[in-house]
């Protein structure tokens, strides 16, 4: 299964206050979905992503996909199979825009 | 998983280490700044303080940083923090040992000003003959020690008709990218606006024409950083913050540590020795004005005015004195419809 790797060029940064919220909101149970926590900047391309796009970029460190969810399905509450297609679906959109790299 | 967020400190500071310089261009906004620099001490403390804010990334400037007596251990010392370091510099002084010591310092991109693809239009542009030729070299240099290479063209009067000469010379030369900056009326370039800007109609030309080089050459990033692009419906929208990103990624700081929000607005918002980087960002009214613009005149039926939000703000705010004002660039007419590529 192929490993995925942050793209090195990419400059990223975790948002400590919009974090602390977010943890806070997801433990009250309110729907966090729209609160960024982390941006990734890459030449003129900025994405700002929520606390799940956030854990998955960080797990991006040359593991496969079977890992990253692995790993996830242990930190969130949620059925397996939406988690992979989130996942997946992520990450797809990471690899389009250049933000990860996928290797043998 | 993609969402709006406010940045709690900037990603990248645009730092004019010192203004002195060793030529005299014509468009220069700094040469007449202020000379006090930071002393050594003060200058290190304020790269920590800068990398523990949580800022990505420093470009360099001035006058030309290859003439500040520290630039070099400021820099190995920024990236040693994590910290992304690039440079903008006129080239003179970057032959292959230079180029080798700035890739040791940890630089991992470097932008060489150049004018014209034409050495006796940059060289007499520039103040300084042989110019054109140094700077050619000094892109030579920092690739092959693999460092990033750019070239920064300020369009005005005497290239915006040659964007094709300047990009088959950026490639000729192997350069990763052209940056074409717009022109933004300060210092210099304010005393030398009537001889050097261009009309809004000129610009309207100079931006249709720069957007089909972008479309039509892929082996070079073609990079243009003015809002008003929007009305010719080129913005990518999803990419980038809405209309400058001055105040709202990036933020300037001068040689004595003053803190602008671009180089460009010579606006004082706090000093990087004795203010919270953080803070600043967080609590600046001025920054607060800029990131809530709000529509007047013939930009209040523009229905682009979502993505260019006015334009560029520094400009508004030199020629007419009001941040908010239509850019005095803007070809768009009252209720103007974007044209498409
Ligand atoms: S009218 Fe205003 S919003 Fe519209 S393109 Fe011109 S400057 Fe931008």
């Known amino acids: 299964m192929l490993k995925i790797q942050r793209n090195p060029n990419v400059m990223w940064r975790e948002e400590s206050d919009a974090l602390a919220d977010a943890q806070v909101g997801l433990d009250r149970g309110d729907d966090i979905e729209e609160v960024g926590t982390a941006v990734l900047f890459s030449g003129g391309a900025m994405l700002s992503i929520n606390l799940l796009g956030t854990e998955i970029w960080k797990l991006c460190d040359g593991r496969n996909m079977d890992g990253i969810v692995k790993e996830l399905f242990e930190q969130f509450d949620v059925q397996e199979e939406v988690l992979r297609a989130d996942v997946q679906a992520f990450l797809e959109d990471l690899l389009k825009k250049g933000f990860i790299t996928h290797e043998e | ?341």
Not at chain 2, 244 to 255: A, M, R, T
Not at chain 2, 292 to 320: F, H, I, Q, V, W
């Open chain 2, 1 to 341: 998983m993609k969402n709006e967020i406010m940045l709690e400190a900037p990603i990248t500071i645009n730092w004019a280490i010192n203004n002195s310089c060793n030529f005299a261009c014509r468009h220069c906004y700094s040469r007449n700044d202020t000379h006090d620099e930071l002393a050594r001490d003060v200058l290190f403390s304020c790269i920590e303080k800068v990398a523990k804010a949580g800022v990505l990334s420093i470009n360099f400037g001035g006058g030309e940083p290859l003439l500040h007596p520290y630039l070099l251990d400021i820099a190995s010392f920024a990236s040693g923090l994590g910290l992304r370091v690039s440079m903008n510099s006129n080239g003179w002084l970057i032959d292959a040992p230079m180029a080798a010591t700035l890739k040791a310092a940890g630089f991992t991109k470097i932008g060489i000003s150049i004018d014209s693809h034409l050495p006796e239009t940059h060289d007499s542009f520039r103040g300084m003959p042989g110019s054109h030729a140094r700077a050619v070299a000094a892109l030579g240099h920092i690739s092959a020690v693999g460092i990033a290479t750019s070239i920064s063209t300020v369009i005005c009067r005497i290239n915006n008709a040659s964007v094709k000469d300047l990009v088959s010379f950026a490639l000729d030369n192997r350069a990763g990218q052209i940056n074409f900056h717009n022109f933004k009326c300060s210092g210099l370039g304010l005393s030398n606006k009537d001889e050097l800007d261009l009309s809004p109609e000129e610009w309207k030309v100079f931006y249709r024409s720069a957007l089909a080089a972008k479309e039509r050459e892929k082996g070079i990033d073609v990079s243009l950083d003015d809002p008003i692009i929007a009305l010719l419906g080129a913005r990518d929208t999803s990419s980038m913050v809405k209309g400058s990103v001055c105040g709202k990624l990036s933020l300037n700081i001068k040689s004595n540590g003053d803190i602008t929000p671009c180089g460009f607005i010579p606006v004082v918002i706090g000093n990087i020795s004795t203010d919270d980087l953080r803070q600043v960002w967080r609590e600046s009214t001025v920054l607060d004005r800029m990131r809530n613009k709000k529509p007047t005149g013939k930009c209040s039926g523009c229905s682009k005015y979502e993505d260019c939000l006015g334009g560029c703000t520094a400009r508004a705010l030199a020629l007419t004195g009001d941040m908010n004002n239509p850019d005095p660039h803007c070809w768009g007419t009252e209720g103007s419809e974007s044209e498409s590529q």
